[in-house]
């Protein structure tokens, strides 16, 4: 299912999903714009959340930069300046990526550096992590011995992805480049997740995706942002507990006190939901990068 896009722009629409509108760019560039649109439960909510697109673009531009000696990316430029001139308008500042076409794996690229979400779930029913076995004993959000990858399929627009085995993943992409995506994604992961340490914060788990440009595998998309990753307060962190997350966390905790069945027509959010989930959007962009987001494009001063 595709969506109308958020920003209307006069070049060839390729896709919109729950978040990003794609257009062409021509060259074999895309244009990939983050609105603030929010999903949970995979339900698209009404209500926009003020500047989270422009979060994600400037975390991800900021790790694309970081982490460059490790993995190889798709983006070409944030800046406005250097896009297609149907293009250069405003409202895209600071939410935009032009970046190279890639031809992307059909596999999610999933690092677990704690037990949490769908692999707590299957560890208390199975004693596994995607079909693995684990240590006995572990409590939610137990951190684990070494960063586990973890990867999954890429489920259809509004389907949840399945979890698999890396011998599954095998199967879909060859045993090489299934290592070589492991070994990436678990570099990628190890290095973020030391810097933000430092900051405060921990990454317990987040996925990636990759692809192929010019024959090279790169990194594409988002990285290490608060809605591919779980980001956590170090100090609030607990074995046994479920740490609050620096992304929609007030949204869910909103959402599960309704009587609402999880589907399409979402409820209505209220103003202060919304604001306290733009403000740990924003938290986690100025704590993990050291920089302010009213320094971004397009942000409010």
């Not at 009404?46 to 979060?55: A, T």
């Not at 149907?86 to 409202?91: G, H």
């Not at 890429?154 to 979890?163: M, T, V, Y």
Request: net charge negative; proline share 8%.
């Amino acid at each position: 299912m595709t969506r109308e896009p958020a920003y209307a722009l006069d070049l060839p629409h390729v896709y919109s999903g729950k978040v990003r509108d794609i257009y062409d760019a021509g060259d074999d560039r895309l244009l990939m714009v983050t609105s603030d649109r929010l999903s949970a439960f995979d339900v698209v909510m009404n209500e926009p959340v003020p500047n989270k697109g422009r979060v994600l673009t400037a975390i991800s531009a900021y790790w694309f930069e970081r982490l460059a000696d490790i993995a190889g990316n798709h983006l070409i430029s944030t800046d406005l300046a250097d896009f297609p001139e149907p293009a250069r308008v405003p409202e895209i500042a600071g939410r935009t990526m032009l970046v190279h076409k890639a031809e992307m794996l059909p596999i999610e690229c999933i690092v677990r550096g704690y037990i949490t979400g769908s692999a707590w779930k299957e560890y208390k029913a199975h004693g596994t992590m995607h079909g693995t076995a684990l240590p006995q004993g572990l409590l939610e959000s137990s951190k684990l011995d070494e960063p586990v990858f973890t990867p999954s399929t890429k489920a259809d627009d509004g389907l949840h992805d399945e979890n698999i085995s890396f011998d599954r993943a095998v199967d879909i992409v060859g045993r090489e480049l299934a290592e070589r995506c492991r070994d990436m994604a678990i570099a990628l992961y190890s290095a973020g997740r030391d810097h933000a340490a430092n900051k405060g914060i921990i990454i317990a788990d987040t996925k990636f995706e990759f692809g192929f440009v010019r024959g090279e595998l790169v990194v594409a998309d988002e990285v290490l942002t608060p809605d591919s990753s779980r980001f956590w307060a170090a100090r609030e962190w607990e074995p046994g507990t479920t740490p609050p997350s620096f992304d929609k966390q007030p949204v869910r905790d909103f959402l599960d006190g309704l009587d609402w069945d999880k589907t399409p027509p979402p409820p209505t959010l209220p103003d202060e939901v919304v604001r306290e989930s733009a403000q740990r959007y924003e938290e986690a962009y100025e704590r993990v990068t050291g920089r302010q987001l009213r320094d971004w494009p397009g942000a409010p001063a």
